[in-house]
């Protein structure tokens, strides 16, 4: 059954609540360089945060290690360790224990 996901704001009949797919979330985006990122993740275990630039450089990384179904939420600066980033376009790659990935696209404008 198609539910409504507040990833897109439209009906999808992929429901990520029952799957092992973390929901990955980035707002505001585009950005001023500070960014919400929101994870959510029924199963337990580590899960990696991998920010690259457009030509696919790693920028930063971060790994969160969880004992139960998660809901985190971190900043990108914090992600960075507060380097400003310049303008331009990144991706936010989240993988997980499982070896399930999702990437999300950021565009940051000063």
Sequence with gaps: MPIWTPYTGIEESFDYFQSKIPCVTVY????????????????KGPVKFVLYDITGRKLADKEIYSLE??????????????????SGVYFLTTQ????????NKITVLH
Excluded: F, H, M, Q
């Excluded at 505001?28 to 199963?43: D, T, V």
């Excluded at 179904?69 to 310049?86: A, N």
């Excluded at 997980?96 to 990437?103: A, D, H, R």
């Design 28 to 43: 505001p985006n585009p950005c001023n360089g500070n960014a919400s990122i929101r994870l959510s993740w029924l199963e």
């Design 69 to 86: 179904s998660i809901e985190k939420s971190c900043s990108l600066s914090e992600l960075t360790l507060s380097k400003s980033l310049p």
């Design 96 to 103: 997980t224990s499982l070896g399930e990935k999702v990437v």
